[in-house]
T-cell receptor, first 111, second 117 residues
Framework: DGGITQSPKYLFRKEGQNVTLSCEQN?????MYWYRQDPGQGLRLIYY???????QKGDIAEGYSVSREKKESFPLTVTSAQKNPTAFYLC??????????FGSGTQLSVL | GENVEQHPSTLSVQEGDSAVIKCTYS??????FPWYKQELGKRPQLIID?????GEKKDQRIAVTLNKTAKHFSLHITETQPEDSAVYFC????????????????FGKGTHLIIQP
């Protein structure tokens, strides 16, 4: 499965609820990323992490949070502060040659 | 920061014809330019990339050209086939070795390529 796994594939959020998207990689990559994909908007960077216990905000970090407690794992929490969370979320890891490997994505919808 | 513009947003070509997708970038320091293909409901996958020390790179039916002076690069697909139907994204970045930040790639908004039978 390309070495990077996202779960769940589909997720529904109720108003006021926080939800967490999982991303795990076994590629031994240091850098990991979260992107949001909306129709016609391309891929927009939410958060990224270069090493364990360190992460940085991307272009659209408001309403999201992350952690990087292990090299293999980079979960994304969509908080209740994110008022328009419906989107396709992609996790990726990066090689030293700058090539991105993407997970299969999570489609988040609001109930 | 970097800004990447991609055109057209939708491209329809007859099977067997060629397709060209163009991107422009704003930061003259950018030196890495990949292209990703995303089939419907699937993850984006790298199909070809080019660095600024070369002007053209080819891999079977796909090629990428780079014009650093004009700050634009293009994806060329020849002899298009039904399996080429997908959304294609261009991207640009400054390599970490060249002082680039850790935030990586800036993506264009994508081109939906439709291959007509």
């Amino acid at each position: 499965d390309g070495g990077i796994t996202q779960s769940p594939k589909y997720l529904f959020r109720k108003e006021g609820q926080n939800v967490t998207l999982s991303c795990e990689q076994n590629l031994n990559h240091d850098a990991m990323y979260w992107y949001r994909q909306d129709p016609g908007q391309g891929l927009r960077l939410i958060y990224y992490s270069q090493i364990v216990n360190d992460f940085q905000k991307g272009d659209i970090a408001e309403g999201y949070s992350v952690s990087r407690e292990k090299k293999e794992s980079f979960p994304l929490t969509v908080t209740s502060a994110q008022k328009n969370p419906t989107a396709f979320y992609l996790c990726a890891s990066r090689t030293r040659e700058e090539k991105l490997f993407f997970g299969s994505g999570t489609q988040l919808s609001v109930l | 920061g970097e800004n990447v513009e991609q055109h057209p947003s939708t491209l329809s070509v007859q099977e067997g014809d060629s397709a060209v997708i163009k991107c422009t970038y704003s930061d003259s320091a950018s030196n890495y330019f990949p292209w990703y293909k995303q089939e419907l409901g699937k993850r984006p996958q790298l199909i070809i990339d080019i660095r600024s020390n070369v002007g053209e790179k080819k891999d079977q039916r796909i090629a990428v050209t780079l014009n650093k002076t004009a700050k634009h690069f293009s994806l060329h697909i020849t002899e298009t086939q039904p399996e080429d139907s997908a959304v294609y994204f261009c991207a640009a970045s400054i390599s970490p070795d060249s002082g680039g930040g850790a935030d990586g790639l800036t993506f264009g908004k994508g081109t939906h390529l439709i291959i007509q039978p």
